[in-house]
């Protein structure tokens, strides 16, 4: 390292969209564009752009007529034409100077920032149906924050040192993986879609990157923008398309050095189990590391404040639909409160608005696609013929995939409805008596096999001290008066395990050193001449 630094990150802070403001005009003006002029996506390999005769269309969750992009499918030549070129564009990246590789990501961040913000967050919000608050702390804030914060924690990783003594001098450099990185992003998350990708290339890796198709638009610009901040042709191909012909490809090559995934927990295993058929045929063991899926808890205590509860479940369990692997989907309430906050609960569920999010009064827009809806609408079924549905409990799916916010009560706290990951707007609540304190965080613990998030609502601080020890491995993110979710960059890293990954945190310095491989050098300056050691003589 030399005695350039890199500029202290701050986290990226949040537009209003309010009536009236600058934002929400550009913002209004970019949406009526990208509804206006859909975008054709090419397959990119090696900064080369490949037109296919095989495309799908992109279309708006909230009004399913409308299409966001046409896109070219990456078949299997063009998945082995990317390990080829990122092959070649492989050494030069490794061995650019850490400082000017971090500058790009920089560069990107303030692209990112200001004259790109408008153009991404409207493809957010077209083809992921997020509301314009919703896109921007995904696609604006915490992709910005990712940018940032990584190169500041690069910079800290290859500062720490080892020890020298006198007469050697020991240091350690951070390598890139011997291979490229398969990115395989969510359709839930641009920014986790994004940093996917740019995490290992961010520590000097090639990569290929496959995104779900409801975040393609973005991820298109995304690659546009890394393109303006000076990222070289070839270490960055996109592969737009189906992923197990995709991965299938990319696990058949020796050069596979690791995989960066966010999705299901099944996905994952499929994955997993792939690269073991095949360990032998690579010249390493590739690094897997995979945020998948959750079941969200909030278990409040009988001191907690009903009002704070209420605002936590609302947002907590149905903004972006409850289509996040953080979302509330199971609640624990003592019988003292049940009967307070499920009146509140109810009466604010009455003034939440469904519908397209380019309505800014919207609090609610459509699931990612038919097959989203049809799962859900699954679920809500379970919900009315074994459950009580207190709210909502109806989708329809004439014009785009909207569900109601539902909330439903269950008597049986292993329910179905308490154990499985839904992925859309449904709360199950189960009523507990509140002397069963301690056993129902013992309940917990053991009813699913996730643990990503979940928090603790209590004014007794005793009480926060047992949940927080007995749910010690429940969550790799735990609340204390806070909704599951919303980790932010850089003060909360993000990850679980059990059925919910390998927990290597996003967002944190632990997950690049996923994507290095370290190399330790000692230099003697007066090598010894006398082969025998004193206790010969």
């Known amino acids: 390292m030399h005695g350039a630094r890199v500029p202290s990150p701050v986290n990226s802070a949040v537009r209003t969209y309010a009536p009236g403001t600058p934002e929400r005009d550009a913002l209004v003006r970019a949406l009526a564009e990208a509804s206006r002029e859909p975008l054709e996506i090419p397959v ?33 030549d063009e998945v082995s034409a990317a390990i080829e070129a990122a092959m070649r564009a492989a050494p030069a990246w490794a061995a650019m100077d850490v400082h000017d590789r971090l500058a790009i990501f920089l560069r990107a961040a303030e692209l990112l920032e200001g004259p790109w913000r408008m153009r991404v967050n ?20 915490e992709l910005v924050d990712f940018l940032r914060f990584n190169a500041h924690f690069a910079e800290r990783l290859a500062d720490e040192q080892p020890l020298s003594v006198p007469g050697a001098w020991n240091r350690v450099e951070l390598r890139p993986l011997e291979g490229f990185v398969l990115a395989i992003g969510p359709f839930n998350f641009l920014s986790i879609a994004a940093n996917l990708a740019l995490a290992p290339l961010l520590m000097g890796n090639v990569v290929l990157w496959k995104p779900a198709h409801a975040t393609l638009p973005g991820c298109w610009l995304i690659w546009q923008l890394l393109t303006e901040a000076g990222l070289p042709r070839g270490v960055l191909s996109l592969l737009p398309g189906e992923g197990p012909e995709q991965a299938g490809a990319a696990l058949d090559s020796p050069h596979l ?27 390493g063991f590739p690094r897997l590391v995979g945020e998948t899926g959750g079941k969200g808890f909030l ?28 979302a509330l989907s199971r609640l624990y309430l003592p ?46 079924a379970l919900a009315r013929g074994s459950a009580r549905v207190l709210y909502g409990g109806r989708g329809d799916p004439s014009n785009g995939w909207f569900v109601e916010p539902t909330y439903v009560e269950v008597d049986d706290p292993a329910h179905r409805l308490m154990q499985e990951e839904i992925f859309g707007p449904v709360v199950t609540a189960w009523v507990y008596e509140d002397g069963a304190w301690l056993d129902v965080l013992d309940l917990v613990d053991r009813t699913s096999p996730y643990a990503l998030t979940g928090a ?19 969550a790799g993110n735990f609340y204390v008066n806070d909704k599951p979710t919303g980790a932010v960059v850089g003060q909360q890293p993000f990850g679980g395990a059990r059925a ?38």
């Open 500 to 537: 919910s990954g390998t927990n290597d945190k996003a967002g944190a310095p632990w997950n690049l050193l996923r994507w290095c491989s370290p190399r330790s050098i000692k230099e003697t300056f007066v090598p010894p001449i006398d082969w025998r050691y004193p206790f010969m003589d």
């Open 122 to 141: 409207a493809a957010c919000m077209l083809a992921q149906s997020k509301t314009c608050h919703q896109a921007e702390i995904d696609a604006a804030c």
């Open 335 to 380: 019988r003292s409160l049940a009967a307070d906050v499920r009146e509140r609960l109810l009466a604010e569920l009455g003034r939440v608005r469904v519908g397209d999010v380019r309505d800014f009064g919207v609090f609610l827009g459509a699931l990612v696609d038919e097959r989203a809806y049809r799962k859900v609408e699954g679920y809500l």
């Open 299 to 326: 278990v409040a205590h009988p001191s907690a404040d009903p009002a704070a509860l209420v605002t936590a479940i609302v947002r907590g369990g149905y903004e972006y639909q409850g289509q996040k692997c953080s």
């Open 44 to 76: 990119l390999v090696g900064g080369r752009e490949v037109r296919t005769d095989d495309r799908f269309d992109v279309v708006m969750p909230h009004a399913h007529r409308e299409r966001v992009a046409t896109v070219h499918r990456a078949r299997r």
């Open 456 to 474: 603790v609502f209590a004014r007794d601080r005793v009480a926060l001290v047992e949940a927080t020890a007995r749910l010690r491995q429940s």
């Open 257 to 283: 050095a690791g995989i960066h995934f966010t999705g299901s927990t099944g996905t994952f295993r499929a994955l997993w189990r792939g690269v073991a058929e095949r360990l032998d045929r690579y010249r």
